[in-house]
RNA sequence: GCGAAAGUGGCGGAAUUGGUAUACGCGCUAGACUUAGGAUCUAGUCCCGAGAAAUCGGGUUAGGGGUUCGAGUCCCCUCUUUCGCACCA
């Protein structure tokens, strides 16, 4: 039964639509480029068109979208763009699963979310949206492409790769993931292929990825990078078998070399099939396949018993001379270091238990206990683990007795002396593998040639085009490899036969631009306008998910550095501030999924409450950063504090009588009060807002806005309405509205009679004096414990202050018979009494 | 195993960075207005004890210890949870 709406209600139905449509027409959003006012690029993750938008979207962008539009007001002139991530593996499973091309597929979910987007009442500015899969995107992707093509940062090898086999195609290293090694889309186990892909040379910035002395990044990223690119101080140490042969080994304890009793190779070392002795050449064989075939699962796993053969070869140890076995083994991992070790089983635990199994030499070489007074090595055969700590090096020739501070550089002197080492650092990450055996990518701009082998496709032939009409086959792989009109072409060099590449790149590659991107969406003269770049680069502000800490984050921190060192931008850096936003998860503490039935989807919510509560909501009800379960009642107190809002400002003639300044008053009347009460919380809330705004701690800016709007009712009722004050409180309180619920307090701007939009309105100003106090509480304490609270006038003397919590009545009951030892005074806020 | 973050009412969470612990909201309890309420308004709501009540006393920030006049906040130990990495030489 519906029952008829009161007109004065707040309702949302009515009047977000209305301030939507607004906004549009007056171009509120378009930020274009203005040298009188400072800039503000503030760029929000672009989200994937996987259908519609769900509450995690929502709490991502809505939050981000407050922010942007609080440093609008603040003076800035705010860019806050957004797009679509519209590569990628979902829209080719639904054209394989439902028949429909992943391009229908894509633009069509687009659409619906760009109904969603605006339905949050975001300040997007649309006419600078890009789109991935658009051939004018993706054209300069392929540029991007050729340009680390022709410096050298891009390069072609055969290599072992991670291959999804449910996804079927390679993935970056990035995207395997957990003990199990699966795909981070699909959860599938990888399986390793041999496969001849195009790597980034992300190594090559791997020491500068490392400062992050120019940006400000949650520690937890910089820490996950850190770790993720893994760099080892050590030395490249070469041994030589006894034919001469060099095998360089990287360890990080040159200074244990003299312990060095047996070298291992990783199974595809290419030195092992050579090195082999006829007698084990069967065994060594059998071992090197067997491991090359094992999964990274059965292989990487740390608790099973090592394993490994001897390969009959031996190496002459640079430091002592002495010939020691060369065995191979699967824990020596060939894309680490050079995939070879020198094993030093006293003291690297991993030798220590290859050592063990196999029976060979254990040689300790540096004194435990970081070499405590009388301490000795304990001899080889007694030893029950490796020991790893530092000390003083033992049996190592001339070494012999160098102390554990300078064991490292001493060895690695001596060993370069020699020459059989330098120093070296070692770096974890590995090139970015960007080819994907996928359709719905963009192509990979490169033609095979018989003759010239892999040839660029020149920058005025691209974009190359994704064809559309491409047929799938039931295996799920990339239909590119069938079409043989868009496949077969010619040589850009000599015009003969040739191939197209037929991989496309991981969209991470597609993401690594972007926002380069909305600076100028459809500028052909190159991927961005420059002057657009000169005025709004770099990204001021960047927000999104955590999950991207050791892939897109990397991946455009690097792409920038490349971009800048090839001459394309300028910078260091392409985004200084970053802030990262918690997971929503369901009501059931579970991660959302359409199969377990938990989804949120703001949809409902908005058509329920509106959108300004759904977006106030999102800032409210948790730690922005953490995230957590949702509750869907919780948002019941949201919409009910927007109503009280809305009543407050709409219903204020019905208010109490009017306390006007008029009336006859001395400073003491309780007309003063009330409104120097209202004055304070007022501008005491603002500058709280203010600072928390500024800090991206949303949940206490909606929190502080609720209190002062249960101030405002006490005010009105005690009759402040009418008063300048109360026009102020009204005022500020609606600026301060406008970032978290854009749309009613533009409507309550429009009542209130204020001039064009509140969102182009100044941010107020804190006027310091009415957020000040003349009196405090001040708490004395007895011992630490709370006895009284007084009010006296701030700024009061200490010496008064003392003297007016030791005679308070509530600490009097305490000090009776005790002797006062000590009193400590906090001007302004406490007195604490110590007796005895 | 290594690394990081975190543990505050029934729940989400505040706490000006060493100074009144539990702001704000949900939920709950009672009342008002209502034909009705998943609307609105008012009051109460950390625990224990005393009191008819106003109040008063004691305790409390995962547990234990320490520094300090004073600790949710700093230090040490233990436990728990989450996340990341996982034979990286």
Redesign the pocket.
Known sequence: ME?EKDPRAYDPAVIEPKWQQRWEESGLHNADIDPSRPKHYALTMLPYPSGELHIGHWYAIAPSDAQARFMRMRGHNVLFPMGFDAFGLPAENAAIKRNIHPKTWTFANIDRMHGQLRRMGTMIDWRREMISAHPEYYRWTQWFFLQFFVNDLAYRKKAAVDWCPSCNTTLAREQV???DRHCERCGTPVVRKELAQWFFRTTQYAEELLDFSKIDWP??VE??QS??I?R?E?ASLVFRTETGEPIE?????PDTIWGATFLVL?PEHALVSKLTSADRKEEVEAYVTAAVRQSDLQ????D?E?TGVFTGGYAINPANGERIPVWTA?????????????A?PAH?Q??F?FARRFDLEIKPVIVPDGGAEGALPVAGDQMVEASTERGPMFDSGPLTGTPAGEAFARSVAWLEEKGAGKKSV?F?LRDWLVSRQRYWGAPIPIVYCPEHGAVPVPEDQLPVLLPDDVEWLPTGESPLKLHATWKNTTCPVCGGAAERETDTMDTFMCSSWYHLRYLSPHYDGGPFDPAEYRYWMPVDTYTGG??HA?MHLIYTRFFHKACRDIGVVQDDEPMLKLRNQGIILGEDSEKMSKSRGNVVAPDELVDRYGADTVRAYLM????WD????W?G??I??????L??VW?LFTEESEGGTPATPATPATPATPANTVIDRLRRKVHQTLKQVTRDLDQF?F??V??AL??LQ?EL?QSRNDGAVGTPAWREAHEIYVKMLAPVAPHVADELWEKLGGEGSIHVQPWPEVDEKAASVEEV?L?V?V?????D?ITVPVGIADDEARKIALESE?SR??LEGKEVR?V?V?PG??V?I?VS
């Not at 019941?636 to 504090?641: F, I, K, S, V």
């Open positions: 029952r993931i957990g003990d520690e937890r820490t996950l770790r993720w893994g080892s050590g080994v990287f360890t990080t304890r990783a292989r990487e796993a740390t099973k090592k699967d824990y020596v991992l060939p894309g680490y270091g050079t995939g070879a070790i020198m030093v690297d991993r030798d238990e070692n974890r955590i999950e050791t409210f009800c948790a730690r953490f995230g957590g379960p509750n009642r919780g019941e107190g949201t919409a009910r504090w109503r009280r009543s701690q949940n206490t909606v929190a609720m209190e249960n009712s509480t708490v304490q011992n630490g414990k709370l006895r609270r509530g009951r305490f000590q400590i906090v806020r406490l604490n110590v």
